[in-house]
Each structure stands twice: as structure tokens, then as C-alpha cells.
């Protein structure tokens, strides 16, 4: 066995690899980019080596630098963990080349089954049913269009190079192939280096099923039976879970069976998945073969009682597998959620930003590579945090992960927290019935929502008992010579600014009037940056975060939203920070395409400009209907958050954004912001 590993990865699974390592004994030494130097990962590790800027192509993903630092560190072996140089044959053959052992399947397997095309030739050589489609090497669009029309709609077009959602398209409409293929072949020269494409037909509403396979180099294949990761947006898995609800015990055996066979057909050794979809009449087909560790495992190794990754490094120092599949045992169930910096109601767009405060919660499984300080920038993945759950039942499996998910603090950064909430409640996922249509049947995005009354008063108590913390007697904030006096807010919240009134009735218990509606509150605990407040008679728990900016990032009952205190801005300066028609990015990255010439008229969602940032497109849409005024930027330009790239004039525009009406009598401010007291 190794004496020391480097770890050539980052984040959450970096410190997972780091964890078993230990058990074992085994020393790691961490790689960071110059933006993570401090990362936790780096923190953890027995020792850390700086390999580039923070560009992944300078670092993570530059072999020649990786390479050195094994032999400046004395490493003897390289885990990928997943994504970057996981599936990579260069990188596997480069660690054989200097004499390490590349922890995962041979380089010969990750290139046969690293191309989607050569792989589906293989497994039906191999004799695993295949979904219908085109994978030949004539990548003209004259071609892909005729294979396109004799395959039929609904299609999907694919980056034959890759996986992760990455250069993947939907057509249902043949006068959208065109748009469609340059597009997927644009995104997968950035995420993949190729632009081959093959085309499939879209198969309507199955469940993708996929099964744990495990080799050794002594000849021995079995299966840790599956997970289903049928739960997914822009074709990434967002919560996933073993055994699936929709396998039975003569299914999980054909599916396993066809997943030893792929793997024995291509000399595998190592963890692989074998990926499937299933449809309702429990017939499967192959869609693609993962060949590292995916970032679902943690399911299967709570339901099996198996830490894959010491299984990985048994494999690799040429130890035989330590069971056979009569020996292979499921344990109840499990459900993994991904937790994400990024806005389920923008097209789950990622999101950057500091994580002012993290806390992960107890009493379920936590595989985090974050923690308070953290910078989420655009040059990697959003992902935060897994969270998984493990019970006697599915059910009991969904109710801890439910409690464990409110349980979570990660203020600074939008995240996808309550929709991941939002779908483990959801009645067909409770019945076991979700499909990879789920989230479009289910959950359309809510732009631009009202606030709460709750979000509201939580604010309102928060800014006041920060203006009265600068005063000379604080508990006099609320008190003038002729007796309680109420304070006036303007908030900007959800693009909208929001004018409300707070009077004191008596200590910590006040009234909050917005618009004609007022609500009693109470100010129950304020110690630290977790409060409690009662509303309508509710206790609510209150978790907050002041950013270097001073925004508010707030949380009540689940509810996230940031806020800003305009009340002493002039009235323009409160119309600029509540909403306008400024197209600004929402992080880093580089125009890739303009789709509208200034002085457009434009409807509201329709696309303006794409952003390319973590390796995908990402559309900047119409905030309203209205006039594309101005168009600030040119395809090729790096931006930056803040930059505005072009402004959309209202039709029927307003000198303030007023809020929706009929929402708890929410009503906009429209005039110079009055004097508190």
C-alpha cells in the first residue's frame, strides 16, 4: 500500500479522499491554485502544493505541473477523484510514464469509453441494448441534419467527448437543429477540447438508472447495485438515491449483469458506472460509462456499508477485491442532495460570491469543501456541499434529509437550497415516481418573487437594531421626548424597493406596517447572527450575514433573499439598486454571443447575450419588454460582475419599480426617503 497519494483535485472531494487516506494511514498532499491557496482542502491535507493561477487549464488541469508535483512531493500514486483530468487518458498514461500509479482504470478504457461515439460501438459489440442514434465520424451539419431527420424528434445532441450536461442539447423542433448543433458544438470545444457530436432520440420521461461497478487486476467484476439520478437541471443530477424506487430485485440483477459485461468487454479495472435509462416497462438502455468515481457514491456506500474510495486504493496497489457479489448487501436506503451556489429561479444560473457563513448540520452525512470565507468563483464548479441521508426507509431517508437541509446555514451566496427542499416534498417524489422530466413538469422558475411579510419584518428588525447599536444609548433608538416614534424603511428586495414603518409598542415587541397591512413582531433573541423573531404567532428562526458591501444576506424559515438599506439613497440612486433595465453578469466570464442589436424591441426572457463561465453557456435574458437602448459589450470581452453590458428601457417605464400589487399590501416607494424618527 501507498505511503503517499496526491490528490489531483479540489473541493468536496478532495477532502473525501483525504478522509479515507487517513484511515489508512496514508499521507496526501493537496494541489491548489493561486484562489485556493487557504481552501480547505489545502487546510486538510498533509501537505499542499501550489501548481498555477486559478484558471483550471494553468492548475488543475495542466498535467506537465501535476506531474512535478508528485516528484517534488515524494508521492507515489494520483487519485483524480472526478471531473478534470479524471477521465483523462493523457493525464493516466503521463503518472505511468514518471513511474506513479494512476488510481482509476487503465488509460486504454478511459479513451475507449471517454468518446460516447466509440463507446456505444463497444457496448453493442459487448451486446448491452443501446439507445437509437447516430455516432459516426462525418460531423458535417449536412450529415448530422439527414441522420437527425431519419432518427426523429424529440432529439438530443450530445458532445461525443464529454458528460456533466456539458455540450448537451434538446431539439424538438427541426428549424432549431441548426442554433442547436453550433451551440453544442461551441460549448463542447470549451468543456472537452472536441467538437464531435452524436445524435440520440430523446426518450420521453425515463429514469436514469446507473449501476456501481468494481474491478480488480486479478479478473474480478461485481456491481454494488444502483442509484437513481433521474432528479436533474441542464442534464446535471441534483439529488440522487439508492436502491431506486423503480428497481426490482430480477431488474437490479439484469442491470447488473449487463454492467459486469461492459466492463469485462473493455478490460476494466478500478470504480466505474455503467449509466441506463430506464423506462416504465423496466427496459434499459446504455447512454454512457463513467470511468472514476462519481460524485453520487456517498449513497451507494451507506446503503452497502463500503468505502469505495479504500477500495479504489486497494485496487491500485494490486490488492484482489475484498468480496464477491454473493457478498454484496443493501442496507436500507439513502438520498444524496447537491447542494449549489446558484438561483433555481434564473435557469439554475451559478452564482458567485464570499460564503459569509457556513454550518453544516448534524446527524446525517456531510461531504463539504467549503467552510466561512470561502470564495465561489467562476473559474469552478459551484458546488458546495453534498448533503446524504441514511434510513431504514426511503421515507425515513427523505424526512432526515428534509430536516437536515433546513438545518443548513450558507449565507453570501444564492443558493438552491430550498428547491432542493421543495422537491424532496413534492408528492411524485415521495411516491417514488420522478423521472429526468421532473423539474421542468414541476418547478417553473418564480422570477422576481414578492418578498414575505416574514423576510420583510426580519429585515426591518435587523437594520434597526444595527442603527441602534451605533448610538450612544441604544436603548433609547425608539424613544423622542414625546414618546415612541416609529422609523422609516425603504428595502430593496427582489428588484422591487419596498417602503415599511416600524414603531415600538413595548420592549422588543413592535408594530410593522407596509403599505395598508401591518403585523405585530417580536424581537425574541438577537444574540450572534442567529435570531428569533415572532410573526403572526410563529417563533421563526432568523440566520443572517452583512456582506463588505452591507447588504443583508437573510434566511427565514428556509426564504433567502438580500437585501439593501436605501432608505438615506436618493430616490434614483434606490431605483438603480432595486431593479432596472441594466443587463449586468452575474459573474465572470466571456461573451460568447450577442442576439440583438441595440434599439431592438425585446419581450421579456427572450435571450440577449450568452455568457460562457464553469464551462457552460449561460443566456442573459430581457428583464422586461421594452427597447434594447444600449449594447455595452462585443463577443470575445472578459467581464466582470457589475459591468453593464446593455440597458433595456421599459415600454411603459417608471421613474421607480413599483411592487406587485395584492401581496400582503406591499407597496413601492415613490418618493425622497423620509427622515427616520
Known amino acids: 500500500m501507498f505511503s503517499k497519494i496526491l490528490i489531483a483535485n479540489r473541493g468536496e472531494i478532495a477532502c473525501r479522499v483525504i478522509r479515507s487516506c487517513r484511515a489508512r494511514g496514508i499521507r496526501t498532499v493537496a494541489v491548489v491554485s493561486d484562489a485556493e491557496r487557504h481552501a480547505l482542502h489545502a487546510r486538510l491535507a498533509d501537505e499542499a502544493f501550489e501548481i498555477g493561477a486559478a484558471p483550471p487549464r494553468e492548475s488543475y488541469l495542466n498535467i506537465e505541473r501535476l506531474i512535478a508535483a508528485c516528484q517534488a512531493t515524494g508521492a507515489q500514486a494520483v487519485h483524480p477523484g472526478y471531473g478534470f483530468l479524471s477521465e483523462n487518458a493523457e493525464f493516466a498514461e503521463a503518472c505511468t510514464r514518471a513511474g506513479l500509479v494512476f488510481i482509476g482504470p487503465p488509460a486504454e478504457a478511459i479513451r475507449l469509453m471517454g468518446n460516447k461515439a466509440e463507446a456505444k460501438r463497444r457496448m453493442r459489440e459487448a451486446g448491452v441494448p443501446c439507445i437509437p442514434g447516430y455516432d459516426g465520424t462525418d460531423q458535417s451539419d449536412a450529415t448530422l441534419a439527414r441522420e437527425a431527420e431519419k432518427i ?3 432529439l438530443m445532441i450530445k458532445a461525443a467527448a464529454g458528460g456533466g450536461g456539458r455540450g448537451m442539447r434538446r431539439v424538438t423542433d427541426f428549424a432549431d437543429l441548426p442554433a442547436a448543433l453550433a451551440s453544442a458544438r461551441s460549448e463542447a470545444l470549451s468543456a472537452f477540447g472536441s467538437g464531435e457530436l452524436i445524435l440520440e432520440y430523446a426518450l420521453t420521461a425515463p429514469r436514469h438508472v446507473e449501476i456501481q461497478v468494481f474491478a480488480d487486476t486479478q479478473g474480478n467484476v461485481i456491481h454494488l447495485g444502483e442509484r437513481d439520478c433521474s432528479i436533474q437541471r441542464r442534464h446535471q443530477k441534483v439529488i440522487e438515491e439508492a436502491p431506486s424506487p423503480a428497481v426490482t430485485p430480477a431488474l437490479r440483477a439484469r442491470m447488473g449483469e449487463a454492467a459486469v459485461r461492459a466492463a469485462r468487454a473493455i478490460g476494466y479495472v478500478g470504480a466505474g458506472t455503467i449509466e441506463f435509462l430506464l423506462d416504465s416497462e423496466g427496459d434499459f438502455v446504455f447512454m454512457e460509462m463513467n470511468t472514476r468515481l462519481q460524485v453520487e457514491h456517498p449513497v451507494t456506500e451507506l446503503i452497502t456499508g463500503l468505502d469505495l ?5 486497494r485496487v491500485a496497489a494490486g490488492e484482489p477485491l475484498p468480496l464477491e457479489q454473493k457478498d454484496v448487501r443493501l442496507d436500507g436506503h439513502a438520498i444524496e442532495a447537491r447542494l449549489y451556489a446558484e438561483n433555481p429561479d434564473s435557469g439554475f444560473l451559478p452564482q458567485t460570491g464570499t460564503l459569509l457563513r457556513w454550518q453544516a448540520p448534524a446527524g446525517v452525512r456531510v461531504d463539504a469543501g467549503v467552510d466561512s470565507g470561502t470564495e465561489i468563483t467562476s473559474h469552478y464548479d459551484p458546488l458546495l456541499a453534498k448533503i446524504i441521508a441514511h434510513g431504514a426507509t426511503r421515507d425515513e431517508a427523505r424526512q432526515k434529509l428534509i430536516a437536515a437541509l433546513r438545518d443548513t446555514t450558507a449565507l453570501g451566496v444564492t443558493t438552491n437550497k430550498a428547491f432542493l427542499v421543495g422537491c424532496l416534498e413534492h408528492p411524485e417524489f415521495f411516491a417514488g415516481r420522478a423521472t429526468t422530466d421532473f423539474i421542468a413538469a414541476h418547478f417553473a422558475p ?6 414575505s ?10 437594520f434597526a437594531q444595527k442603527s441602534a447599536a451605533r448610538l450612544p444609548q441604544p436603548e433609547l433608538a425608539f424613544w423622542r421626548s414625546s414618546g415612541t416614534a416609529t422609523t422609516h ?4 428586495i427582489n428588484n422591487r424597493a419596498v417602503s415599511l414603518r416600524l414603531t415600538l409598542v413595548e420592549s422588543r415587541r413592535f408594530e410593522l406596517a407596509v403599505g395598508e397591512t401591518s403585523n405585530k ?3 425574541i433573541d438577537c444574540a450572534g447572527d442567529t435570531w428569533r423573531i415572532g410573526f403572526a404567532g410563529l417563533q421563526l428562526t432568523v440566520r443572517h450575514a452583512f456582506d463588505a458591501a452591507g447588504r443583508l444576506h437573510l434566511e427565514v424559515d428556509g426564504a433567502q433573499a438580500v437585501v439593501t438599506d436605501l432608505t438615506m439613497q436618493p430616490a434614483q440612486a434606490r431605483e438603480t439598486s432595486a431593479g432596472s433595465g441594466r443587463l449586468t453578469p452575474p459573474m465572470n466570464g466571456r461573451i460568447v454571443a450577442v442576439l440583438a442589436e441595440a434599439g431592438a424591441q425585446v419581450k421579456r426572457g427572450q435571450g440577449l447575450i ?8 449561460h443566456t442573459l435574458a430581457a428583464p422586461c419588454d421594452g427597447v434594447l437602448a444600449e449594447l455595452t459589450c462585443a463577443v470575445g470581452e472578459q467581464v466582470a460582475p457589475g459591468k453593464t453590458l446593455g440597458t433595456v428601457i421599459p415600454a411603459n417605464a417608471t421613474p421607480v419599480i413599483p411592487a406587485k400589487a395584492g401581496i400582503q399590501g406591499l407597496t413601492a416607494d415613490t418618493g425622497s426617503p423620509p427622515s427616520r424618527g
Open 152 to 154: 426523429g424528434l424529440p
Open 453 to 462: 411579510s416574514e423576510l420583510l419584518a426580519a429585515a426591518a428588525l435587523i
Open 489 to 492: 424603511f425603504t428595502l430593496g
Open 309 to 313: 474510495v479504500d477500495l479504489q486504493l
Open 610 to 617: 450568452v455568457l460562457e463561465s464553469m464551462k457552460m453557456e
Open 521 to 523: 413582531i417580536e424581537l
Open 446 to 451: 418564480q422570477a422576481d418573487a414578492d418578498p
